[in-house]
């Protein structure tokens, strides 16, 4: 028996495109918009004493599927969810603490990026069983950090995926036990300043601590292209899709308590920028887990103080993050997690 809760999310990275494996992971989401996407074409020819489009000239003549899902930021079990974004990871022992692990991620260099099976089971009203759908060939295509004031952290990925298939069997979910979720009064971000990068088994350190911050964004797009819907193929897409020129974007709001803002945004002066949330949980000797966004090198986009009528002024600021091609890597995501594999 099942209540309108009982809605569920699973997926597992595919080994051929396209073909399903038995989902095995699953996320604790918080909204979904999954969906089939197919484009229908309708015959035009005309016939005598016929005013309405004819069912027999109604075909299918193109598929997709694919969408958003949204879950909040944990210390265990979003390993898979980071490497399907960016396409890189590793997964270290931290010297010294027995059963830490640090994950590594960041934008592959190499297509094609994996590939996924997903799949959500949605109950029927009155109690019944969860239907199963299974989206095959799924391929993340961006995703977006949020970092908002009292919140929890959130990551919205968004999906592009081969088919979907209603006739898989459901596979009843399980869980990581007690995972930490990272929030809002765990969080300090650095902007400027000289700041290190992350390795495989540090985090990101150094930079200017700034305050008055009150908000992150970050989305980063890996700009996977549209086609491969090829004859043959059944009016679906016949191979993974690629990577494009990725772009990576965000958004600071913070209080006017000084001018190193503005001055950097008319400057167009280059930042690092590093946003960390640690949890207070001991795992191994003497570690914590640890959620860390490093940014090698941004330029800010807007926007000068305005008055605020009386109230705290605000800035509202966006950025572009670029290649400075001295990091290794535009953007790292790193993670300290007990889990000992991706």
Same mark, same amino acid.
């Given at each position: 028996?099942?209540?309108?809760?009982?809605?569920?999310?699973?997926?597992?990275?595919?080994?051929?495109?396209?073909?399903?494996?038995?989902?095995?992971?699953?996320?604790?989401?918080?909204?979904?918009?999954?969906?089939?996407?197919?484009?229908?074409?309708?015959?035009?020819?005309?016939?005598?004493?016929?005013?309405?489009?004819?069912?027999?000239?109604?075909?299918?003549?193109?598929?997709?599927?694919?969408?958003?899902?949204?879950?909040?930021?944990?210390?265990?079990?979003?390993?898979?969810?980071?490497?399907?974004?960016?396409?890189?990871?590793?997964?270290?022992?931290?010297?010294?603490?027995?059963?830490?692990?640090?994950?590594?991620?960041?934008?592959?260099?190499?297509?094609?990026?994996?590939?996924?099976?997903?799949?959500?089971?949605?109950?029927?009203?009155?109690?019944?069983?969860?239907?199963?759908?299974?989206?095959?060939?799924?391929?993340?295509?961006?995703?977006?950090?949020?970092?908002?004031?009292?919140?929890?952290?959130?990551?919205?990925?968004?999906?592009?995926?081969?088919?979907?298939?209603?006739?898989?069997?459901?596979?009843?979910?399980?869980?990581?036990?007690?995972?930490?979720?990272?929030?809002?009064?765990?969080?300090?971000?650095?902007?400027?300043?000289?700041?290190?990068?992350?390795?495989?088994?540090?985090? %990101?350190? *150094? =930079?200017?601590?700034?305050? #008055?911050?009150?908000? $992150? @964004? &970050?989305?980063?797009?890996?700009?996977?292209?549209?086609?491969?819907?090829?004859?043959?193929?059944?009016?679906?897409?016949?191979?993974?899709?690629?990577?494009?020129?990725?772009?990576?974007?965000?958004?600071?709001?913070?209080?006017?308590?000084?001018?190193?803002?503005?001055?950097?945004?008319?400057?167009?002066?280059?930042?690092?920028?590093?946003?960390?949330?640690?949890?207070?949980?001991?795992?191994?000797?003497?570690?914590?887990?640890?959620?860390?966004?490093?940014?090698?090198?941004?330029?800010?986009?807007?926007?000068?103080?305005? %008055?605020? *009528? =009386?109230?705290?002024?605000? #800035?509202?600021?966006? $950025? @572009? &993050?670029?290649?400075?091609?001295?990091?290794?890597?535009?953007?790292?995501?790193?993670?300290?997690?007990?889990?000992?594999?991706?």
């Amino acid at each position: 028996m099942t209540t309108q809760l009982d809605c569920s999310l699973g997926f597992k990275k595919e080994t051929t495109y396209g073909t399903a494996v038995t989902v095995d992971r699953f996320a604790e989401f918080t909204e979904e918009s999954l969906a089939w996407n197919p484009t229908f074409a309708q015959g035009a020819g005309m016939r005598v004493g016929s005013r309405v489009a004819r069912s027999k000239r109604r075909v299918l003549a193109k598929q997709s599927a694919g969408g958003d899902f949204t879950v909040e930021m944990v210390h265990k079990g979003l390993g898979p969810i980071l490497e399907a974004l960016f396409g890189t990871a590793t997964s270290t022992a931290v010297p010294g603490q027995a059963g830490v692990f640090q994950q590594l991620f960041t934008p592959t260099t190499t297509d094609p990026l994996p590939s996924y099976t997903i799949q959500k089971g949605i109950p029927t009203i009155g109690g019944g069983a969860a239907t199963a759908m299974t989206f095959l060939g799924a391929v993340c295509s961006s995703g977006e950090f949020s970092a908002t004031n009292s919140e929890i952290v959130k990551l919205k990925t968004t999906w592009d995926a081969r088919e979907v298939q209603p006739g898989i069997a459901y596979a009843a979910p399980s869980y990581v036990v007690a995972p930490e979720l990272f929030h809002f009064a765990q969080g300090a971000i650095t902007i400027g300043g000289t700041q290190t990068v992350p390795t495989t088994t540090a985090l %990101a350190s *150094g =930079g200017t601590v700034a305050a #008055q911050v009150e908000e $992150f @964004t &970050v989305s980063f797009d890996n700009k996977i292209d549209e086609g491969g819907f090829n004859l043959g193929g059944g009016g679906k897409r016949s191979r993974k899709p690629v990577v494009g020129l990725a772009e990576v974007k965000g958004k600071v709001t913070a209080e006017y308590s000084d001018t190193v803002l503005r001055d950097a945004y008319l400057n167009q002066t280059p930042l690092a920028l590093t946003l960390t949330f640690t949890s207070s949980l001991v795992i191994g000797t003497s570690a914590n887990p640890v959620l860390q966004i490093h940014i090698p090198d941004l330029r800010l986009e807007g926007e000068l103080p305005k %008055a605020g *009528g =009386g109230s705290p002024v605000k #800035q509202e600021i966006d $950025f @572009t &993050v670029l290649d400075g091609l001295t990091a290794a890597s535009p953007i790292y995501v790193a993670l300290v997690t007990t889990d000992t594999t991706i």
